[in-house]
Structure formats: C-alpha cells, structure tokens
C-alpha cells in the first residue's frame, strides 16, 4: 500500500499532536507559589520555597537538585509532598500539600516555585 503526501501529512501530523499532548500532560501544574503575598499591612515578594515529605511540622524538608540556576525536585511515589512559599518581610508562609505531584522546581531570579503532575 502506497501512501500519497496528504496521507504522510496527516498522519505525521496526528503523530506529532499526540506526542506534544503527552508532553503537556507530563507538565501539568499541580501548585505554585504565588509571586506575592498580601496581609492587611502589606505586600511581601516570594524569596524562597522548600518541599518537604509530610506536613512541615515533621521536619522533613527534602534536598534538591541544583540544574542551571533552578532547584529541582523528582519526586518518589512514596513521598507527601508539601510545597513551602517564604516572603521577604514577614514570617507568614503559604503551604500547599502538593499531592500528585512528581517534580517540582524553584527558580532564583524572579524567584518562583512550582510542582508538576
């Protein structure tokens, strides 16, 4: 069976559709960090995030990987993972229980967190 251009066309196209959302499910957000956080009294810049495996009274906090200026997480099946945002100026901390999670990453400058499905 001959295949004609269009049919070769279509079909690479599908393939490559397919594996784009493949890809884009693989990166799914889960949580992030918010770039700021607000109180009453006023604004305060995200400046640091940290995962840890459980609730952060447990004093889990997990090392990551450090990969081109980022802070990287591949997480283990078996971990609870919770992501921790810190902010400049106060000790009010965001916390987000980042379940399904499997890789999360922090990046300097903006300063950002992030965990992905």
Same mark, same amino acid.
């Given at each position: 069976m001959l295949l004609n251009n269009k049919k070769i066309t279509i079909l690479f196209t599908s393939l490559l559709l397919s594996l784009l959302s493949i890809n884009c499910l693989a990166q799914t957000p889960v949580v992030s960090c918010p770039a700021t956080f607000s109180d009453k009294h006023a604004v305060y810049r995200l400046f640091n995030a940290s995962l840890y495996d459980g609730p952060i009274t447990n004093n889990a !906090?997990?090392?990551p990987e450090f990969k081109k200026e980022k802070a990287i997480w591949d997480?283990?099946?078996r971990i609870d993972p919770y992501l921790v945002c810190e902010y400049a100026g106060t000790r009010h901390t965001i916390v987000?229980?980042?379940k399904g999670a499997t890789?999360? !990453?922090k990046s300097k400058?903006?300063?950002q967190a992030k965990c992905m499905s």
């Open positions: !906090e997990l090392v997480i283990d099946p987000f229980y980042a890789y999360c !990453e400058t903006p300063v």
